[in-house]
């Protein structure tokens, strides 16, 4: 990350709202806009484009294949000589994931901050993308010009450190865009919203708000990151063995909480998961997680220690199959095992469309004898999103001219576009609210502010290979298809015990061998899928999720290294 070369100036006192010209400044939204995730917006004015945000969104279940959902980037592709920066607000998945299909389509810099930027780097390099000194780490109440954009950054406060929202001064007015938010009182960091500054922008005068929407459902406040301490002060003085603890890679703060009760409670603490290594270590880098000096273990020391001594902080609160808890789950991890005096915890929220895959993580953990507790029984996991009255106060202090709500389904702008009308009611010029959807060009101009046109949006499934993109249409892309082909294995399975019930099937399409070939490699996957199941734990024969991905792992190894190809393998598991 290159911090010597931004174009970076302290923002001093507030200009005056640049003066109406001619001209129409144009913003799409590429996602985030009637969906959870993929948040991605484009704004232009003449010839030049900045973008903000690239995020993704996760499959639902019967997106077999998928791993990854990206925005559809024509608009960006169609406009690749005036893109000129990549804005981003935080680190979080669904704003940062898409970085890498992104910045190979324009040549200028990504902005934001220190912890944002170093969860950025990882990507980048798995995608073998280097980004030279593109990469510029900005901070709080710094400006950048990009073109006739000044793009100034305001502390926020959220579920993880470094979150900004942005203030872009345009030729028509002043546009603010939240990011994600909540408005935390007592911050971990001691890092408060700035709310200060958010209302001198209203004084000065705002044309336009992009606020998020995700908890405009919700009554009240949001509880801050500091609610969860006593009932993890409870679980500490209460569980006997060992503490595990499920939440979101990206939960820095709720790792401090922890580390803290583990430092007082004389724990030592395993980081288990990849993902959660990964970003410990960048967040005690920078100094966003503060861990003493002896408390930290390593995974593989953890059976070195008694139950009682160690708290293990954990990815797979969502029960993915290869992550780390649902390992544990069914003793399947080669270093953590539950026993019956040890608890489980999952502090984070279920998304959508997980709740199956998490109920049959709570039964094998269960079945361990190990208590588990939810977010439903002790007060484990508060949400990083403002709820209605964080929402209405935004809308107060920064009473724009034109509001539009972003980051979520349409029942939440919706929602959150009726409860804009009730704040701003009698003001005047009165309140107009967009309701916009992905791909709506937003016009705005000395003559006011439309939905005017529709721009190319959509989703773009993405295979952990990189080559599989596909539309929602067709689960595969063609290009793939021609490439490597898809391998459907289908196999059938006793419910009971979860052994193999006659011989898999395999039904190719695209894969490109000769017909002698193809038999002996077919066969041959045939008994990898035998041995595969038949060395398998009855837990894990029986979980289909943790099955199939593992069918799927082998598979795709046992195809590269007969075929030197790659096709996409679905494994189908049928229950008899």
């Given at each position: 990350?290159?911090?010597s070369?931004?174009p970076?100036?302290?923002?001093?006192?507030?200009?005056?709202?640049?003066?109406?010209?001619?001209?129409?400044?144009e913003?799409?939204?590429?996602?985030?806009?009637?969906?959870?995730?993929?948040?991605?917006m484009?704004?232009s004015?003449?010839?030049?484009?900045?973008?903000?945000?690239?995020?993704v969104m996760?499959?639902d279940p019967?997106q077999?294949?998928?791993?990854?959902i990206?925005p559809?980037?024509?608009y960006?592709?169609?406009?690749?000589?005036?893109v000129?920066?990549?804005?981003?607000?935080?680190g979080h998945?669904?704003?940062?994931?898409?970085?890498?299909?992104?910045?190979?389509?324009f040549d200028?810099?990504?902005?934001?901050t220190?912890?944002t930027l170093?969860?950025?780097?990882?990507?980048l390099?798995e995608?073998a993308i280097?980004?030279g000194d593109r990469?510029?780490v900005?901070?709080?109440?710094?400006?950048v010009?990009?073109?006739?954009?000044?793009?100034?950054?305001?502390?926020v406060?959220?579920?993880?450190p470094?979150c900004v929202a942005?203030a872009i001064t345009?030729?028509?007015g002043?546009?603010?865009?939240t990011?994600d938010f909540?408005?935390?009182q007592?911050p971990i960091?001691?890092?408060?919203?700035?709310?200060?500054?958010?209302?001198e922008?209203?004084r000065?005068?705002?044309?336009?708000l992009?606020?998020?929407?995700?908890?405009?459902?919700?009554?009240?406040?949001?509880?801050p990151?500091?609610?969860?301490?006593?009932?993890?002060?409870?679980?500490?003085?209460?569980?006997?063995?060992?503490?595990?603890?499920?939440?979101f890679s990206s939960?820095?703060?709720?790792?401090?909480i922890l580390?803290?009760?583990?430092?007082?409670?004389?724990?030592?603490?395993?980081f288990?998961?990849?993902?959660?290594?990964?970003?410990?270590e960048i967040?005690?880098?920078?100094?966003f997680?503060?861990?003493?000096s002896?408390?930290?273990?390593r995974e593989s020391?953890v059976?070195s220690?008694?139950?009682q001594?160690?708290?293990?902080?954990?990815?797979?609160?969502?029960?993915e199959?290869q992550?780390?808890?649902?390992r544990?789950?069914?003793?399947d991890?080669r270093?953590v095992?539950?026993?019956?005096?040890?608890?489980?915890?999952?502090?984070?929220?279920?998304?959508?469309?997980?709740e199956?895959?998490?109920?049959?993580t709570?039964?094998h953990?269960?079945?361990?004898?190990?208590?588990?507790v939810?977010?439903?029984?002790?007060?484990?996991h508060?949400?990083?999103?403002?709820?209605v009255?964080e929402?209405k106060?935004v809308?107060s202090?920064v009473r724009?001219?034109y509001?539009?709500?972003?980051?979520?389904?349409?029942?939440?702008?919706?929602?959150?576009?009726?409860?804009?009308?009730r704040?701003?009611?009698?003001?005047?010029?009165?309140l107009?609210?967009?309701?916009?959807?992905?791909g709506?060009t937003?016009q705005f101009?000395?003559?006011g502010?439309?939905?005017?046109?529709?721009?190319?949006?959509?989703?773009?499934?993405?295979?952990?290979t990189?080559?599989?993109e596909?539309?929602d249409e067709v689960?595969?892309?063609?290009?793939?298809?021609?490439?490597?082909g898809?391998i459907?294995?289908?196999v059938?399975?006793?419910?009971?015990t979860?052994?193999?019930?006659?011989?898999?099937e395999m039904?190719?399409?695209?894969?490109?061998?000769?017909?002698s070939?193809a038999a002996?490699?077919?066969r041959?996957?045939?008994?990898?899928?035998?041995?595969?199941?038949?060395?398998?734990?009855?837990?894990?024969r029986?979980d289909?999720?943790?099955?199939?991905e593992k069918?799927?792992?082998?598979?795709?190894?046992?195809?590269?290294?007969?075929?030197?190809?790659?096709?996409?393998?679905?494994p189908?598991?049928?229950e008899?």
């Amino acid at each position: 990350m290159d911090q010597s070369a931004v174009p970076v100036v302290s923002a001093g006192p507030s200009p005056e709202r640049a003066p109406r010209v001619e001209g129409t400044l144009e913003v799409v939204p590429l996602g985030g806009l009637g969906e959870f995730g993929m948040n991605m917006m484009a704004i232009s004015w003449q010839d030049t484009t900045i973008l903000i945000d690239a995020g993704v969104m996760f499959p639902d279940p019967d997106q077999l294949g998928v791993d990854l959902i990206i925005p559809d980037l024509t608009y960006v592709e169609a406009r690749r000589p005036q893109v000129k920066a990549l804005v981003l607000t935080h680190g979080h998945e669904d704003h940062i994931g898409a970085v890498p299909h992104v910045m190979p389509l324009f040549d200028g810099p990504v902005y934001g901050t220190a912890m944002t930027l170093a969860l950025v780097e990882p990507k980048l390099e798995e995608h073998a993308i280097d980004p030279g000194d593109r990469l510029k780490v900005v901070k709080p109440r710094d400006v950048v010009t990009i073109g006739p954009f000044a793009v100034e950054f305001i502390r926020v406060t959220h579920s993880m450190p470094d979150c900004v929202a942005l203030a872009i001064t345009t030729p028509v007015g002043l546009v603010v865009h939240t990011g994600d938010f909540k408005i935390d009182q007592t911050p971990i960091d001691g890092e408060h919203f700035d709310l200060h500054r958010f209302a001198e922008l209203g004084r000065r005068g705002v044309l336009a708000l992009f606020a998020d929407s995700t908890n405009v459902d919700r009554r009240g406040f949001t509880g801050p990151e500091v609610e969860v301490l006593d009932a993890f002060e409870e679980l500490f003085t209460s569980t006997h063995g060992k503490l595990v603890v499920a939440a979101f890679s990206s939960s820095i703060y709720r790792m401090q909480i922890l580390v803290d009760l583990a430092v007082q409670f004389d724990r030592r603490v395993a980081f288990v998961g990849r993902s959660i290594v990964k970003n410990a270590e960048i967040a005690q880098r920078l100094g966003f997680l503060h861990v003493p000096s002896g408390v930290q273990i390593r995974e593989s020391e953890v059976p070195s220690y008694a139950s009682q001594d160690v708290l293990c902080i954990t990815t797979g609160s969502q029960g993915e199959p290869q992550a780390a808890l649902p390992r544990i789950s069914i003793d399947d991890h080669r270093f953590v095992r539950l026993g019956p005096d040890d608890t489980v915890v999952f502090s984070a929220r279920a998304i959508p469309g997980n709740e199956k895959a998490i109920a049959r993580t709570m039964s094998h953990v269960a079945r361990r004898g190990a208590d588990v507790v939810t977010d439903t029984i002790k007060h484990v996991h508060v949400s990083g999103h403002g709820s209605v009255e964080e929402l209405k106060l935004v809308l107060s202090l920064v009473r724009p001219r034109y509001f539009i709500p972003i980051h979520g389904e349409y029942r939440h702008l919706s929602e959150h576009a009726r409860a804009a009308q009730r704040v701003m009611s009698g003001l005047e010029p009165k309140l107009q609210v967009l309701l916009a959807e992905d791909g709506d060009t937003l016009q705005f101009d000395a003559q006011g502010a439309r939905i005017a046109d529709k721009a190319p949006a959509g989703r773009v499934l993405i295979d952990v290979t990189r080559i599989g993109e596909v539309g929602d249409e067709v689960l595969r892309d063609r290009r793939h298809l021609a490439g490597d082909g898809v391998i459907v294995a289908v196999v059938a399975i006793n419910k009971q015990t979860g052994m193999l019930v006659g011989e898999p099937e395999m039904v190719a399409r695209g894969f490109v061998v000769s017909e002698s070939e193809a038999a002996s490699i077919f066969r041959d996957g045939a008994a990898v899928v035998a041995e595969c199941i038949g060395g398998s734990g009855v837990e894990e024969r029986t979980d289909q999720g943790l099955m199939a991905e593992k069918l799927r792992s082998e598979l795709r190894r046992f195809f590269k290294k007969r075929s030197g190809r790659r096709p996409l393998v679905l494994p189908i598991l049928m229950e008899i």
